[in-house]
């Protein structure tokens, strides 16, 4: 204890190199050396004196000796995660002392800086990734999906689409992880295409008018790409994300089924109408034509577009029987072929308009598929 005093009284003259080195002797000894409990005592009370001096580098060589044990008094990590950032660093990096809570709390209430030393820790646990998520800006972000130890959970993943979705280095690597929901995907995509629709140079070549209607078809297409994609237990969290966003319109209901995105399409079919699962599956595959129909009605589809959807879902099922070609192109073709000249109703033009435009599609992408090959063959 006399010794500690003398400490205390040589500290207040000494210099600032000097006081640095004593700092860590003494946060060394404490972890490394055996004391008897008074002299562990007066050693903690020291080195909390030494952070309130004036000069970083005393604190920073306090902070160097014994950030990285689990023996350090937990009270002075805590005091040293809080300071100025090249000092706090080693305490927010790798103190194990710090809890969940302490993280969190740290990441809530800090600066962009500890929010990047936190992002950076080894190992991340879930909580503290969702607080990251939560508030964390694109630098401390980027920082936490680089790290191949942050237990990101998949909510904490669209969270992060949702807030910064328009960065696109978050926006690529979110893309490649695997456990990314598909609602999040479907974010991703959306941000992609209000990003291409936001292009000056884009505007000038195409027309804002135009680019707008290619983007909202290409990020339609994306999206039922993606439907047909999932996991079952993602539908309904997909579905009932794209119908909160507004965008199970006919137009997308009706290229997923004409897509054969069969269980994508109940999924939607069953959100919309509040039936069950096993009634809506059944009526898609048996049901008889006016079952099919009230059950489209049911799900808000006035009588001439459900008209046309009852026609498309008998052709699946011809086409699902049969398997022969591409049910894209068989389905289309043939709606084509009984409505093309089906009235003049806004609703349905725009709706045979979109089935035309897959149908060309599918087209064009056969005979590329053809050209390929005959290519191959005379090769």
Same mark, same amino acid.
């Given at each position: 204890? &006399? ?22 002797? +003494? ?39 014994? !950030? ?10 805590? %005091?040293? %995660? ?5 000092? %706090? ?25 500890? #929010? ?13 990734? /969702? ?9 401390? &972000? ?8 942050? !237990? ?8 992060? !689409? ?14 490649? =992880?695997?456990?990314?929901? %598909? ?8 941000? &992609?295409?209000?990003?291409? &629709? ?39 969290? +997909? ?38 699962? *096993? ?14 129909? /009230? ?11 459900? @008209? ?8 699946? #099922?011809?086409?699902?029987? *049969?398997?022969?070609? @591409? ?10 072929? =009984?409505? #093309?000249?089906?009235? !003049?109703?806004?609703?349905? *033009?725009?709706? +045979? ?24 063959? /005379?090769?």
């Amino acid at each position: 204890m &006399v010794i500690v005093e003398a400490f205390l009284r040589w500290v207040e003259t000494a210099k600032s190199g000097d006081r640095a080195r004593a700092a860590s002797a +003494l946060g060394r000894a404490y972890l490394q050396s055996e004391m008897q409990p008074e002299e562990r005592k007066a050693a903690e009370m020291a080195m909390t004196f030494l952070l309130d001096d004036p000069s970083p580098k005393v604190r920073l060589s306090l902070a160097e000796a014994i !950030a990285w044990s689990g023996e350090a008094p937990r009270s002075l990590i805590l %005091a040293l %995660a809080e300071d100025q950032p090249e000092i %706090a660093c080693h305490a927010v990096t790798c103190s194990p002392l710090l809890t969940d809570a302490d993280l969190v709390d740290l990441a809530g209430r800090g600066s962009d800086v500890t #929010r990047m030393l936190i992002a950076a820790r080894s190992t991340v646990s879930r909580a503290v990734c /969702a607080a990251l998520a939560e508030v964390g800006g694109e630098e401390d &972000v980027l920082c936490l999906l680089e790290n191949d130890g942050a !237990a990101i959970a998949p909510h904490s993943l669209k969270r992060i !689409a949702e807030r910064l979705g328009d960065c696109c280095d978050i926006r690529n690597l979110l893309l490649d =992880r695997d456990n990314l929901p %598909a609602d999040a995907r479907q974010l991703l995509t959306q941000h &992609v295409s209000d990003a291409l &629709v936001a292009l000056p140079l884009a505007q000038a070549a195409i027309g804002i008018n135009r680019l707008q209607r290619i983007s909202r078809e290409a990020t339609q297409s994306a999206v039922v790409s993606i439907a047909g994609e999932i996991q079952p237990r993602e539908i309904d969290d +997909l579905v009932e994300h794209l119908r909160v966003h507004g965008h199970l319109t006919p137009s997308f209901l009706m290229h997923a089924l004409c897509s054969g995105k069969v269980d994508f399409f109940a999924g939607a079919v069953v959100n919309l109408t509040g039936c069950s699962e *096993k009634r809506v599956r059944s009526i898609l595959a048996t049901g008889r034509m006016h079952a099919v129909r /009230a059950l489209y009605e049911t799900a808000g589809l006035t009588r001439e577009i459900s @008209t046309i959807f009852v026609e498309a879902t008998l052709l699946w #099922r011809d086409a699902s029987r *049969k398997a022969s070609g @591409t049910m894209l192109s068989t389905i289309c073709g043939r709606l084509l072929e =009984r409505f #093309r000249h089906h009235g !003049a109703h806004d609703a349905v *033009k725009e709706l +045979l308009d979109m089935v035309e435009k897959l149908h060309i599609a599918e087209q064009r992408q056969s005979a590329r598929a053809y050209a390929s090959q005959a290519a191959l063959v /005379a090769a």
